[in-house]
Each structure stands twice: as structure tokens, then as C-alpha cells.
């Protein structure tokens, strides 16, 4: 009886600690979640703001517009030119306002000789306020020629004679627009220095009107 009491509370003893084993809080496992630090952003520096701020205001230059008057109208002419006979003229811009005209000129004197002369001038021009078209010009120059007697005369010796001087230039020339022709009207009195005589003098009887072509 004894032993069997003693197996009794043996068994109780061990189905209580079982039940007080079961009643325990089970161990909450924790676990380490690793956190990571963003490296804040670099900062430009105020100069670098600065500097960057400047190249995106800085425009890109613009051509300035070209004014009126900075090139001539046209660089080359060339033409004829009648009145005092009938020539060819050549003339030819180097600047704005700068030019040079070369004339080639025939002229017959009926029934006393024929004359032939060249004419190289330089040539100052100007325009009119509110007429671009039209300028004025002057200038001088050398001038030389030879002058042929007509036989008929029955003259005796030379039958033509030498001479050379200096010529002056006042015109006006009208260029039409969008057009490759000008206009001109001018006056070139010559003093002859020397001729095979070695006479010398003044003439008015020089100059016309002329017809170019423009390029």
C-alpha cells in the first residue's frame, strides 16, 4: 500500500511539472533590422550656382543688322557715255565712297579731224537725305589724247598732234533698285598741260551722259 502511494504522487508530481513546463511564455525571438543612412547630396557650392546661372542668361550674340550705306550700291559698272562724242566707261568701287572711272572716248570734228582721248578719274560720292537711289560725285584725275587732222585741208607737217593734262569730275548718278543699270549726267573740264605744240589751255567741252551696267 505504501509503494502504491508513493507511485500516486510520483505520477502527480510529474504530470504538474509537465503542465507548468506547457504554461510557459514561449521565448519571442527578436530579430535586427539593420538601417541604412542615405548620404545627403552634395551641395554645389555658391560659386558653382553662380557660374551655372551666368551660362544659361549669357545670349548668343546676334549679327548686328548692317545700316544703310556700309557697301555700295553695285562694285562694278561699266558702260557708255555720249554727248561730247561717244566712250566707253569703266568704273569700279573700292570702298563705300571710293571709286575709280576709266573713259575710252572718239570724237570726230566733221570735217576738220577726229579725236581720241583717255580719261582716268578718281571719284568721291554722296548720297541725298531720302533718296538712297541717288548720288553725287566729284573727283579729278590725268587725261591724255590724240587729236588727227583731216587731209582735206591740205595741211603741212603733222597730221596729228599729242597732249596731256589733268581732268576734274561733278555728277550725279542714279542707280535703279532691283535692277543692274545706273544712270549718269556729269561735267569733266580739262586743262590741257602741254600738247606737240607746247600750247597749253583750258577746256569745257567734256563730260555726258551715261549708261551703265551694274554688277
Known amino acids: 500500500m505504501i509503494q502504491m502511494a508513493l507511485c500516486l504522487i510520483l505520477s502527480a508530481a510529474q504530470a504538474q511539472t509537465k503542465k507548468n513546463t506547457k504554461a510557459k511564455a ?16 552634395k551641395v554645389p557650392a555658391k560659386k558653382e550656382v553662380l557660374a551655372e546661372n551666368k551660362q544659361e542668361t549669357i545670349a548668343m550674340p546676334t549679327a548686328k543688322p548692317k545700316s544703310a550705306g556700309q557697301a555700295p550700291d ?19 568701287f573700292f570702298t563705300e565712297k ?14 576738220l579731224g577726229s579725236d581720241i582721248d583717255l580719261t582716268a578719274l578718281y571719284e568721291y560720292h554722296g548720297k541725298f537725305n531720302g533718296l538712297p537711289e541717288l548720288k553725287w560725285y566729284g573727283g579729278g584725275g590725268i587725261y591724255a589724247g590724240n587729236f588727227s587732222l583731216d587731209n582735206d585741208f591740205g595741211y603741212v607737217g603733222d597730221q596729228s598732234f599729242f ?3 589733268v581732268a576734274a569730275v561733278l555728277g550725279l548718278e542714279y542707280k535703279f533698285k532691283n535692277t543692274p543699270l ?9 586743262y590741257v598741260v602741254k600738247d606737240s605744240y607746247n600750247m597749253s589751255g583750258f577746256g569745257a567741252d567734256n563730260g555726258g551722259f551715261g549708261l551703265k551696267y551694274t554688277f
Open 26 to 41: 514561449p521565448v519571442k525571438k527578436t530579430t535586427t533590422v539593420k538601417t541604412t543612412t542615405k548620404a545627403p547630396e
Open 74 to 92: 553695285y562694285k562694278t559698272a561699266i558702260g557708255v557715255k555720249f554727248l561730247y562724242g561717244i566712250g566707253v566707261t569703266v568704273k569700279h
Open 98 to 111: 571710293h571709286a575709280l572711272e576709266g573713259i575710252f572716248r572718239y570724237r570726230s570734228f566733221s570735217g
Open 163 to 165: 597732249y596731256a593734262g
Open 182 to 190: 545706273a544712270i549718269s549726267a556729269d561735267w569733266q573740264p580739262v
